[in-house]
């Protein structure tokens, strides 16, 4: 069980957009994999190294990752992920350039969920018994806006009590996405 860090919103669009950015997205990425630095996760994308380390001070700058000074050596840095619990402002509190940001994020977790699941049907037979993992829902429901929130604040609690440090023998990583959002009145 790993322990839930408060909430914390992202109320600075720049903050969001950071976020958003391909290059940053694969930064994060690769830094889930444990702590690097510059040159690694250069080498990883296939981008310059000068590139990554200007990513890679954005993402500090705003709190997304940190420095692992036990791990530098004169002047290389190593970075890993800052744990928390993110997430946006509701609809209601955001501005314009707040809900692009946001529409922005979304459309590229989404796009990165479909190619996360066809390299995982690509490879499901390689997997052993974690091919068996793959768990999939559909459902529409029925609710007021309180017990919408309340659902979706058991939902983050459930995913810090199952969730296991990564370094756990016999853990794997397992990708969970939760999109909800209301149906138009027409649908």
Not at 2 to 25: K, S, V
Not at 144 to 168: Q, V, W
């Amino acid at each position: 069980m790993t322990e839930q860090p408060p909430a914390e919103e992202i109320t600075d669009a720049a903050a969001l957009r950071l976020l958003a950015h391909p290059i940053r997205r694969r930064i994060e990425a690769c830094l889930r994999d444990g702590p690097a630095n510059s040159a690694q996760v250069a080498r990883q994308l296939g981008e310059s190294t000068g590139l990554v380390s200007y990513h890679l001070r954005q993402m500090a700058r705003h709190g997304f990752i940190e420095e692992v000074p036990e791990l530098a050596k004169g002047r290389e840095r190593w970075w890993r992920p800052v744990p928390g619990d993110r997430r946006i402002p509701p609809y209601s509190r955001q501005d314009a350039a707040m809900r692009a940001a946001s529409a922005q994020l979304a459309r590229q977790h989404l796009a990165e969920l479909i190619e996360q699941y066809e390299r995982f049907e690509a490879g499901a037979a390689d997997l052993g018994e974690w091919a068996d993992a793959f768990v999939f829902s559909r459902a529409t429901i029925h609710l007021e806006l309180p017990r919408m929130k309340e659902f979706f604040e058991e939902y983050i609690a459930l995913l810090y009590r199952y969730s296991e440090p990564a370094d756990s023998p016999g853990t794997r990583a397992v990708a969970l996405r939760l999109f909800g959002f209301p149906q138009p009145p027409d649908d």
